[in-house]
């Protein structure tokens, strides 16, 4: 349960990254805008929009082509903040995959756990089967023997009675 809880951590770790970065960029916007700075560029949450629109088909074509239409979309701050997401999601694609194998490794564990303890308890079974027919074997001669007992005492108790009324 702890890999699995380190693979949620570390999730949300670069969940939350992420969507920092997009509160800072936004942010940063909105206080170009308010100073004045930016009055003379268009909103840059309509500019990835529309990049991104028309860079959808050119991703065919190349996506070299279409990472480029996107940088001179969104500007100087936006590459910086671009490179960090697309670092960002790198490391987000190694850090499922490792978990993926892990959490793959921890099942097929499991399973083989499951498999031993299976086999174990076919084996504790056998044994239990084997010691309870010798019990019973055992028993069976034990009350074969008990019987004959009892039948040569009965001859003997018959002898003896027939030999005190004689």
Same mark, same amino acid.
């Given at each position: 349960?702890?890999?699995?809880?380190?693979?949620?951590?570390?999730?949300?770790?670069?969940?939350?990254?992420?969507?920092?970065?997009?509160?800072?960029?936004?942010?940063?916007?909105?206080?170009?805008?308010?100073?004045?700075?930016?009055?003379?560029?268009?909103?840059?949450?309509?500019?990835?929009?529309?990049?991104?629109?028309?860079?959808?088909?050119?991703? $065919?074509?190349?996506?070299?082509?279409?990472?480029? $239409?996107?940088?001179?979309?969104?500007?100087?701050?936006?590459?910086?903040?671009?490179?960090?997401?697309?670092?960002?999601?790198?490391?987000?694609?190694?850090?499922?995959?490792?978990?993926?194998?892990?959490?793959?490794?921890?099942?097929?564990?499991?399973?083989?756990?499951?498999?031993?303890?299976?086999?174990?308890?076919?084996?504790?079974?056998?044994?239990?089967?084997?010691?309870?027919?010798?019990?019973?074997?055992?028993?069976? /001669?034990?009350?074969?023997?008990?019987?004959?007992?009892?039948? /040569?005492?009965?001859?003997?108790?018959?002898?003896?009675?027939?030999?005190?009324?004689?």
């Amino acid at each position: 349960m702890g890999k699995f809880g380190r693979l949620l951590l570390s999730s949300a770790v670069l969940g939350i990254t992420a969507a920092t970065a997009y509160y800072y960029m936004e942010e940063s916007a909105k206080a170009k805008k308010e100073a004045g700075e930016g009055a003379a560029e268009p909103d840059t949450t309509e500019m990835l929009k529309t990049a991104a629109n028309r860079t959808y088909t050119t991703i $065919k074509n190349g996506t070299a082509e279409a990472y480029s $239409k996107v940088k001179e979309a969104i500007g100087p701050q936006g590459e910086e903040v671009l490179d960090v997401v697309e670092e960002t999601a790198g490391k987000v694609k190694d850090v499922f995959t490792d978990s993926a194998s892990k959490v793959k490794e921890i099942l097929e564990e499991g399973e083989e756990e499951i498999a031993e303890d299976l086999a174990e308890d076919e084996a504790i079974k056998e044994a239990v089967a084997e010691d309870l027919a010798e019990a019973k074997e055992e028993k069976v /001669e034990e009350l074969a023997e008990a019987k004959e007992e009892k039948a /040569e005492e009965a001859a003997e108790a018959k002898e003896d009675s027939e030999k005190a009324e004689a």
